[in-house]
């Protein structure tokens, strides 16, 4: 069985520019999470969907992060515009039940 | 305000030592405690959780100590090997379903 892929691996953008991040799921997994890791901090919680509904997303830094999750299936998380502080690792983690989640590899990303 | 407070920052061992990794958390109301493994350029991956409800927890080398008065919970590694070479996290949830990590230990297991 696939795990959860992202994609792309790495990304270096420069301030002001847009940039996606991909997320596929396990397949069947209900529960999608996207997770962020600033400067060797803790993996900090960004927002949860349930099929394609969001059903907690109290950890979005601020309204320049759009997730969505479409058809219940693969996720993104745009960031528009990408400033030097959203530079990190994020992570997206998927779910059957209630708390065993799977994270994907991450997506390494550098804002210049 | 960190919720989960994980110790020691980076920790070495030799082969076959017991490296114990701790963490303490403030949120009573978080029922499942699960410890991950991150190895470089890998996502963190679930090796090993407790709930409440009992104090220990085996799985192979891996041991979780749970503490419900005093708040913590410990990780032990058994034999500790090279390959045990990694960045550990501990974690909890709650009804809320997200995961609140500790700030990570980087374990180094000398040949």
């Known amino acids: 069985e696939a795990g959860v892929t992202q994609f792309p691996s790495h990304s270096v953008i420069e301030k002001g520019q847009t940039v996606t991040l991909r997320c596929d799921p396990i397949?069947?997994?209900?529960?999608l999470y996207w997770y962020r890791r600033v400067m060797g901090k803790e993996i900090k919680f960004l927002l949860h969907?349930?099929?394609?509904?969001?059903?907690?997303e109290s950890g979005m830094p601020n309204n320049r992060f759009l997730a969505e999750r479409t058809g219940g299936t693969y996720s993104t998380l745009k960031v528009q515009p990408a400033e030097l502080e959203d530079s990190g690792v994020y992570f997206c983690a998927s779910s059957p039940t209630h708390q065993t989640q799977y994270f994907g590899p991450g997506t390494r990303l550098l804002v210049l | 305000q960190q919720q989960v407070k994980q110790s020691p920052q980076s920790l070495i061992v030799q082969k076959g030592g017991i490296p114990i990794i701790n963490c303490a958390y403030e949120?009573?109301?978080?029922?499942?405690f699960p410890w991950y493994q991150q190895f470089p350029g890998k996502g963190p991956a679930l090796l090993i959780a407790i709930r409440p409800d009992v104090s220990e927890k085996k799985e192979g080398r891996f041991t979780i100590s749970f503490n419900k008065s005093a708040k913590q919970f410990s990780l032990h590694i058994m034999d500790s090997q090279p390959g045990d070479s990694a960045t550990y996290f501990c974690a909890t949830s709650g009804s809320a379903r997200q995961l609140t990590f500790g700030s990570g230990t980087q374990l180094t297991v000398l040949p």
């Open positions: 969907f349930v099929k394609e509904s969001k059903q907690d």
């Open positions: 949120n009573t109301a978080f029922d499942y």
């Open positions: 397949s069947g997994h209900d529960n």
